[in-house]
């Protein structure tokens, strides 16, 4: 089996960090954190990019009230690789970086701009790979292939815009449409309720967003 990767958001307001993912009610009434994504290989290649602009490793000490509770283990605790030498702390600092996510994703993705392909599709390949016999599409041409076609040649293609499956782009596409809305709401949140601290501080944006990245 392959390592799962999980993506949580944070956003800073004044000094603290507060959780931003949704919570859902389990069977016995506790409230549990959901993470932005979760999966496997389709995650690998995004978790692996935000990997490359994080600018940490480890678990922050500064965690949120709910990913504390998530990543509640002692830094002294046996981490279950049979090596004394590697505790919860030593796991954490391997499998746990942080980075920020209006650098490491935000700025990444192109307004109006979802897909990260864009060309002339065989009519056959595209047919296998929105029914999903294919994850990806192996026959495709650029505009300038597909406008020496003669009329019978374009026939056999039509104009397509897609992401693969396993790629980094379409799953940043997704994570900022998620997480701009939930820093939206709770922006409108903090900003009412955390009067201590000045207005213009209230109010954070991508670069006050902070995602964990977690495998195991």
């Known amino acids: 089996m392959g390592r799962t990767y999980t993506i949580y958001a944070e956003a800073r307001v004044g000094d603290h960090w507060y959780n931003i993912c949704p919570l859902r009610k389990n069977d016995k009434g506790k409230l549990t954190i959901l993470p932005i994504a979760e999966g496997r290989s389709w995650l690998k290649s995004a978790a692996d990019e935000i990997e490359e602009y994080s600018y940490a490793h480890g678990r922050p000490s500064d965690l949120s009230e709910e990913l504390r509770e998530r990543f509640s283990e002692d830094d002294n605790a046996d981490a279950g690789y049979g090596i004394p030498e590697i505790n919860m702390k030593e796991h954490y600092r391997q499998m746990m970086c942080i980075a920020n996510y209006g650098k490491a994703v935000k700025k990444r993705v192109k307004e109006n701009r979802p897909t990260r392909y864009c060309g002339y599709v065989s009519k056959y390949a595209l047919t296998d790979f929105e029914i999903g016999e294919s994850d990806h599409i192996s026959s495709w041409i650029h505009k300038c292939e597909y406008d020496k076609l003669d009329d019978e ?3 056999e293609y039509t104009y397509y815009e897609w992401n693969e499956w396993d790629d980094w782009y379409g799953v940043f596409s ?9 820093l939206d709401l709770f ?3 903090a900003y009412n309720s955390l009067t201590d601290i000045d207005r213009e501080d209230r109010i954070p944006d991508a670069n006050d967003v902070r995602l964990i990245v977690y495998c195991d």
């Open 153 to 155: 040649g374009k026939e």
């Open 174 to 182: 997704n994570i900022v449409k998620t997480i701009d809305v939930l």
């Open 187 to 189: 922006a409108y949140w």
